[in-house]
């Protein structure tokens, strides 16, 4: 335990584990340790735990083959998940009923598990709605396991599934919370366990509507289940415990060399994880930010390292770049025409059609001649967004208002954070110069809407090259 921690003694700590953090029986007994630790502090615990590593793929893919008609491949998933979830319990749990009690548990889950997909191979056909079902379930072994293993070690847990709690509406796959009533039943369900003394496991990533249908938060989002039922039970803290000693200077796979920043803003982390930065997931901080509440990513295998401290207030750093994030598999879509110049409305138009096919664009320039505008989309919407374009701009196309609507598919954003940035004279000159330096040609720059980030688009082939160039601006 640092030193700081021994100063601040915060009564409500929420705590979530990601994947690697719940992978095997070791990482849990470490998490199991963490825990103890900090209660024995005198904190009360609220833990959100993410499924094994690779478990949510695995189930994915369970139905996706199942709606193929294939009845095998789920059998064979769902038997491997059986195996690793069962040794894992063997291992972590020594009392026999204890024991008994959570194989069953689990062995139930799974043959419904089973049951589903053989209907969706029956039918040949999934839903986003049976989607968020099957891959609910891999939250619901791992809670299962980490509180058999907390009890097993005599104390009190209790594994409970977040759909029971967190309400939402029926965006499936991305589903919103409903505040007001996720705070109602947090104050039913999940506060008595936390006043008695009790460790309760949720589930993270998982929700269910008003109806009781089970929704997920979107994928990496049991950071962002953590933060929701963090700021329903007032937490003094929330501490996204990962596999990296915090969020860095850019992706360690990257640049091996990146460093941990020691503090971040709300704002900062927010643009961050929307560029792309997988440690946290985009909408973590949102719930806290109106509560105050500092949130710490840190390390399950190095615990006493205090992490990033994400909070209110920026610390303004020499350079003013902090970090650099990457976006792969995205498009470049470009209308072009000179006839659009000083022709109302083919903008708004554009991104009412691109809206209407149901893709959300990550980034827009326009150039200043009013001749072409670009923005990005996920590589994979590409040809839905383009069609869509083109019946919109049909006569305009017809008319040669509109010359061109086209894509480049092999691109990523790379985007430059920290706050700042604006305010700091030649920020925008040093990003351009780096990677012109390096013979890097920048396709798009675009400054976001905030004071935080500056996003360039560039060719993929040139991707790790530009991060490297652009994390060498990052002041020691
Ligand atoms: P978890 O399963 O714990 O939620 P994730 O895999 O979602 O973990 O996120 C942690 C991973 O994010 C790290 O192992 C690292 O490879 C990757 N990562 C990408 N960008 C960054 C960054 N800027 N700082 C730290 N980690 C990053
Ligand atoms: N298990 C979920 C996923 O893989 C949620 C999470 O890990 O945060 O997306
Ligand atoms: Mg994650």
């Avoid at 029926?170 to 996720?182: G, H, L, R, V």
């Avoid at 496991?201 to 997920?216: H, L, M, P, Q, S």
């Avoid at 303004?316 to 109302?344: F, H």
Wanted: aromatic fraction near 4%.
């Amino acid at each position: 335990m640092s030193a700081e921690e021994n100063r601040i003694t915060p009564r409500m700590v929420t705590m979530k584990f990601g994947g690697t953090s719940m992978g095997n029986h070791d990482t849990i007994a470490q998490v199991a340790r963490i825990i103890v630790e900090h209660a024995a502090q005198g904190h009360r615990i609220l833990t959100v735990v993410s499924a094994m590593n690779g478990v949510t793929d695995l189930l994915k893919q369970a139905a996706r083959t199942a709606s193929t008609g294939d009845d095998n491949e789920h059998i064979r998933i769902v038997n491997d998940l059986r195996v690793r979830h069962v040794e894992t319990a063997e291992h972590l749990v020594v009392d026999d009923k204890i024991k008994k009690v959570l194989v069953e548990d689990i062995d139930t889950l799974l043959d419904s598990l089973n049951a589903m997909c053989h209907s969706i191979a029956v039918l040949r056909e999934i839903t986003p709605r049976g989607m968020d079902l099957i891959m609910s379930f891999g939250e619901r072994f791992s809670a299962r396991l980490l509180a058999a293993h907390l009890r097993d070690l005599g104390h009190a847990a209790l594994a409970i599934d977040a759909s029971e709690i967190i309400v939402t509406d029926d965006n499936f796959q991305d589903a919103a919370p409903f505040m007001d009533e996720t705070q109602q039943r947090v104050n039913e369900f999940l506060l008595p366990y936390l006043h008695n003394g009790t460790f309760p496991i949720v589930t993270g990533y998982i929700g269910a509507t008003r109806d009781g249908i089970i929704t997920t938060l979107g994928r990496g989002a049991s950071d962002y289940s953590a933060a929701i039922l963090g700021a329903c039970i007032n937490t003094d803290d929330l501490w996204i415990y990962t596999d990296v000693d915090g969020i860095m200077t850019t992706d360690p796979r990257i640049v091996p060399t990146a460093r941990v920043i020691p503090v971040l803003s709300y704002g900062e982390v927010g643009e961050l994880a929307y560029f792309g930065a997988k440690v946290l997931h985009p909408k973590t901080v949102q719930p806290v930010i109106d509560k105050g509440a500092p949130v710490r990513v840190r390390n399950t295998f190095n615990p006493t390292h205090l992490g990033t401290l994400i909070q209110q207030q920026s610390e303004i750093t020499q350079g003013a770049v902090k970090a650099v994030t990457i976006i792969r598999d995205v498009s470049l879509v470009s209308v072009e025409g000179r006839g659009m110049v000083g022709v109302p409305g083919i903008a708004g138009r554009t991104f009412m059609a691109v809206a209407r096919v149901g893709v959300s664009v990550l980034l827009i320039s326009q150039s200043s001649s009013e001749q072409s505008f670009c923005f990005i989309v996920p590589q994979s919407k590409t040809s839905t967004v383009l069609d869509g374009i083109k019946k919109e701009m049909r006569h305009e196309l017809e008319r040669g208002d509109v010359d061109r609507v086209w894509a480049r598919e092999d691109v990523v954003i790379i985007t430059t954070v920290g706050a700042g940035m604006r305010g700091t004279p030649g920020v925008a000159a040093r990003v351009c110069g780096a990677l012109s330096n390096r013979g890097i040609n920048i396709l798009v720059i675009a400054q976001g809407s905030s004071e935080y980030s500056i996003s360039l688009v560039v060719r993929a082939e040139e991707a790790n090259e530009a991060v490297r160039a652009l994390h060498d601006l990052i002041a020691l």
